[in-house]
């Protein structure tokens, strides 16, 4: 499904280089659910945008199902199948949320009316009511309803990889314990691959393979029960 | 009814929606002409020296106006006053749009002078949709729209100008009575080298009379724009007045809001933001799918929406 290769990210500061990640290497299999986890700064976040294609690869190869998507944009990524939930949601001054989901549904701009998409069970799955449909994406929105109808947005591309950037941050315990249930789901496909940066031990623990990072290299992998040590579980 | 050729239907569709005769009261100018009229049993419509007049008699319900302007012949230049008494307790809705298609080598210029007289306890809607098309010299529309509402009464306004006309400078102002309520919701966008201008005062003058204000714009290219609002208070009232600016390319956009509170009862507020289209919205929008182009006028049509 994807492989990353000896991926390097350098970020410059006037003469100041900083390597965010350093030759990483890593292989996520079609029905794999990986966590990566590691303290704050380790490189976590800026390897989701690596995979999306946010942030690009300084050195290094993306593969993904056989194609070299390094140089691929986002959009072309998204066509090929790579999903991606915001650590920040993001506001729209005049998007509804049922303009968002049609978007990602379609993959394209909200002229004409998706009837094809069952956007009430895509709210309902992560715990919003179908109310929500026609609601503003801004700030009269709290947090932890931005962060759900963000992840709804992810569901809705119906994606072979999904990338999630913390998706507990800003979000109630509530909604948190559903969305473990939403992520215990989507492991049961077997065409889908998941990953997941994250801190929560209930996520960690339903992933088949964590991945801790530090200082942007992989300081150890493996399943949950396997590091225990090192994840304090 | 009035024969259209292909260009004046178009316009038609743009700017009143309808794609011809409409039912209920009217007149189409067309040219520097009136093409068509039409009266109802419960609107008047007439001319005077002052002007077109539109009587609404006391408890019309439901009824719409239609007023819309066609120009595309090139080097016209007109100055239109339409007078609008609306009896009391009344709910309509009038719909007064200008298009211009100027295919020619000299500007095509339209003014025109609104005033609503709004009885007690109606309700009035009125639309306002402006267009240009064409490849020839300029597309000029300078609207005045001037409200006197009496107690109880309550205006909405929405104005729309996407695209297509060259310049022009909006003027609209109300004197509210007490308990009375005006909406005014703009919608713009320029680009090229277009440049807009509207202002909007609001005397709140009654007990309990509220304003709000929206105004939503976005200027691509080289365009310029500025929005100066005030809203005064003389006496326990309510108003918001709001400026949302997407400024994209080298456009210009000014925003002048301005609150004058004349008693102590006076609640007035003002927002005023512009900024570029966010670089997190365009890649929440590539990451769905859309190319940049795409997401930017996925972005932009919701934002005018």
């Known amino acids: 499904m994807l492989d990353l290769q000896n991926i390097e990210f350098v970020v410059k500061n006037g003469a100041k280089r900083r390597a965010i990640i350093q030759d990483l290497s890593l ?62 949601p993001v506001y729209f001054k005049g998007l509804s949320v049922r303009d968002l989901l049609q978007v990602a549904a379609t993959a394209k701009e909200t002229f004409l009316q998706d009837t094809g998409t069952d956007y009430e069970k895509l709210l309902a799955t992560v715990g919003l009511s179908q109310d929500y449909l026609e609601r503003q994406i801004d700030n009269s929105l709290s947090g932890g309803e931005l962060k759900r109808v ?23 315990i509530w909604s948190f314990a559903r969305l473990t249930d939403v992520f215990r789901k989507l492991h049961k496909k ?44 | ?37 039409q009266s109802s049993t419960n609107i008047e419509v007439s001319t005077s020296p002052d002007g ?35 009896g009391q307790d009344c709910e309509v809705t009038i719909v007064a749009g200008c298009g211009i298609y100027n295919c020619g080598t000299k500007d095509s210029v339209h003014d025109g002078v609104h005033s609503f007289y709004v009885g007690k306890n109606s309700r009035v809607r009125y639309i306002e949709k402006h267009y240009g098309a064409g490849p020839g010299a300029g597309k000029i529309l300078n609207p005045v729209t001037r409200v006197e509402q009496e107690p109880g009464s309550y205006v909405e306004i929405q104005t729309e100008q996407l695209r297509g006309v060259d310049s022009t400078r909006r003027e609209t102002s109300a004197l509210l009575a007490n308990d009375a309520k005006i909406l005014i919701r703009e919608r713009l966008l320029t680009h090229g080298r277009q440049d807009a201008e509207s202002t909007i005062r609001v005397e709140l003058a009654g007990r309990n009379s509220v304003a709000d204000i929206v105004s939503r ?47 102590p009862d006076a609640e007035l507020i003002h927002e005023a933001a512009i900024g570029k289209i966010a670089g997190e919205q365009i ?19 919701g934002f005018l929406r």
Do not use: W
């Open chain 2, 217 to 263: 714009s976005v200027a691509q290219d080289e365009s310029r724009q500025l929005f100066r609002s005030q809203i005064t208070g003389k006496n326990a009232c309510r108003g918001h007045s709001e400026c949302d600016a997407i400024i994209m390319n080298k456009a210009q956009v000014s925003a002048i809001p301005s609150l004058d509170a004349q008693c």
């Open chain 2, 1 to 37: 009814m009035m024969d259209l050729d292909e260009i004046e239907q178009q316009i038609l569709r743009e700017v009143a929606g309808i794609d011809g005769r409409p039912e209920g009261a009217y007149n189409f100018r067309l040219n520097g002409k009136s093409v068509g009229r």
């Open chain 2, 283 to 301: 890649t929440k929008l590539m990451s769905l799918g859309l190319s940049r182009a795409q997401a930017e006028s996925q972005i932009v049509n």
């Open chain 1, 150 to 172: 963000e992840i709804a947005s992810v569901l809705a591309r119906g994606a072979k990889l999904m990338v999630f950037d913390e998706p507990e941050a800003g979000i109630d």
């Open chain 2, 52 to 86: 077109l007049n539109i009587h609404v008699a006391p408890h019309t319900h439901g009824e719409v106006v239609h007023i819309p302007v066609i120009i595309s012949a090139s080097g016209l230049t007109e100055l239109v006053r339409n007078n609008f008494y609306i």
């Open chain 1, 27 to 88: 292989s996520v299999k079609a029905g794999e659910f990986v966590a990566i986890t590691g303290p704050n700064g380790s490189g976590k976040s800026s390897l989701a945008r690596l995979i999306m294609g946010i942030n690009r690869a300084s050195a290094g190869k993306l593969i993904f199902n056989g194609q070299d998507i390094t140089e691929k944009t986002i959009t072309e990524r998204a066509k090929l199948g790579i999903a991606y939930s915001f650590q920040q």
């Open chain 1, 190 to 233: 077997p065409d889908c691959a998941v990953v997941v940066i994250s801190h929560q031990k209930s996520i960690l623990n339903i992933a088949d393979r964590v991945v801790i990072l530090k200082d942007g290299k992989i300081q150890a992998q493996g399943r949950p029960e396997d590091l225990k040590e090192e994840l304090a579980l």
